[in-house]
């Protein structure tokens, strides 16, 4: 069939011949995309982060979505405190991050209000 090769970050690839005798790379083994957190360093699956996204062409700034330059962040107080003090992910965007932004994050962590059963509507 072909041999297996190492990339650059240690991904196991084979190669295989196509017609014309072009060699293409298949992934053996899919390894799940990990992330750092811009606040403190810790590295986990994508999903365990909030994405915060600087919207190319523009220096728009956003939450979870669109296509650019992206700097992830734990869903942790201590994390969003450090984050907004030092501007970490305005220095890893190169783009002025928002207040509105931090205090959507800010309210993604507080508990969402529960119903009360006596309270009336």
């Known amino acids: 069939m072909?041999?297996?090769?190492?990339?650059q970050h240690g991904a196991r690839h084979t190669a295989a011949l196509l017609v014309g005798g072009k060699s293409a790379l298949t992934t053996q083994l899919m390894k799940p995309n990990y992330r750092r957190c811009v606040s403190c360093r810790q590295v986990a699956p994508k999903e365990a982060f909030w994405r915060v996204?600087?919207?190319?062409?523009?220096?728009?700034?956003?939450?979870?979505?669109?296509?650019?330059r992206s700097a992830y962040l734990c869903p942790q107080a201590t994390c969003l405190k450090a984050a907004q003090?030092?501007?970490?992910?305005?220095?890893?965007?190169?783009?002025?991050?928002?207040?509105?932004l931090y205090q959507s994050l800010w309210q993604r962590l507080?508990?969402?209000?529960?119903?009360?059963?006596?309270?009336?509507?």
């Open 110 to 121: 507080s508990p969402a209000p529960f119903a009360d059963p006596q309270c009336p509507k």
């Open 53 to 68: 996204v600087r919207i190319h062409p523009g220096h728009q700034v956003q939450l979870d979505a669109g296509m650019g």
């Open 85 to 100: 003090k030092k501007n970490r992910l305005g220095q890893a965007l190169r783009a002025a991050v928002p207040l509105e």
């Open 2 to 7: 072909g041999q297996i090769h190492h990339n």
